[in-house]
Every structure is written in structure tokens, then in C-alpha cells.
Nanobody, 127 residues
Framework: QFQLVESGGGLVQSGGSLRLSCAASGFALDNYAIGWYRQAPGKEREGVSCISPSGYVTNYLDSVKGRFAISRELASKNMAYLQMNNLNAEDTAIYYC???????????????????WGQGTQVTVSS
């Protein structure tokens, strides 16, 4: 059974950093495009970052470029991460990781295909 579990959220001051983790079970993370998404109160969910199955392709929401970095640790750990630096109040949201349900898809396809989702982790940035 595919399962994704996020952790690492919390309360941080503006300018601070957090690293979110996404633990995958039931499938090998390296075969799937992985994305981080967020949803702020009263707003629609938006894509923050994606990493391709190969790990060679990554993309980012314009507002987080240069501040966030997506990565993953394969083999026995089967984890994905989102390093978030220089956080500001606009980054406050629930953050979710998601995996393409199809193996070997692309980050471009991840925008529209059906995905497996984690339960989310809250990130709150105080100004």
C-alpha cells in the first residue's frame, strides 16, 4: 500500500529555516516524480517544487526559487525532503508531499495526473 508521511513542520520566525521530510512506504521513491505542495488558509493548493524520478530535473514555484531546495535520499531511507530557508509569513501553509501514481512520469505531468498524498504538515512563519 502506497503511503507518504510528512514531518518537520513547526513554528519559525521570519528569516528562519525548516526541513520537511516525506517518508515513503509501499513503493520505491526513485521510480516516481515527487512534488511538494502547500495550502494556505483561504487559498487554493499550489505546487511548490517537484523532482523527477531520475533526480536530475527539479522545478520550483517562482516565489520560493533560491530559498527552497528539493531532494531525496533513496535506497534504504526512501525519503524526500524540502529544505526551506529565509522563510517569510507568505510561506505559512500546510505542506503536502505527493507522488505520481504512475512510475517514471515527469514533473510536467505531475501537475495533472492522479497522485498519492501525504496527510500534510503545518508550517507557520511568524513575522
Amino acid at each position: 500500500q502506497f503511503q507518504l508521511v510528512e514531518s518537520g513542520g513547526g513554528l519559525v520566525q521570519s528569516g528562519g529555516s525548516l526541513r520537511l521530510s516525506c517518508a515513503a512506504s509501499g513503493f520505491a521513491l526513485d521510480n516516481y516524480a515527487i512534488g511538494w505542495y502547500r495550502q494556505a488558509p483561504g487559498k487554493e493548493r499550489e505546487g511548490v517544487s517537484c523532482i523527477s524520478p531520475s533526480g536530475y530535473v527539479t522545478n520550483y514555484l517562482d516565489s520560493v526559487k533560491g530559498r527552497f531546495a528539493i531532494s531525496r535520499e533513496l535506497a534504504s531511507k526512501n525519503m524526500a525532503y524540502l529544505q526551506m530557508n529565509n522563510l517569510n509569513a507568505e510561506d505559512t501553509a500546510i505542506y503536502y508531499c505527493a507522488a505520481d501514481k504512475r512510475p517514471f512520469g515527469s514533473c510536467h505531468d505531475l501537475k495533472t495526473v492522479e497522485k498519492n498524498w501525504g496527510q500534510g504538515t503545518q508550517v507557520t512563519v511568524s513575522s
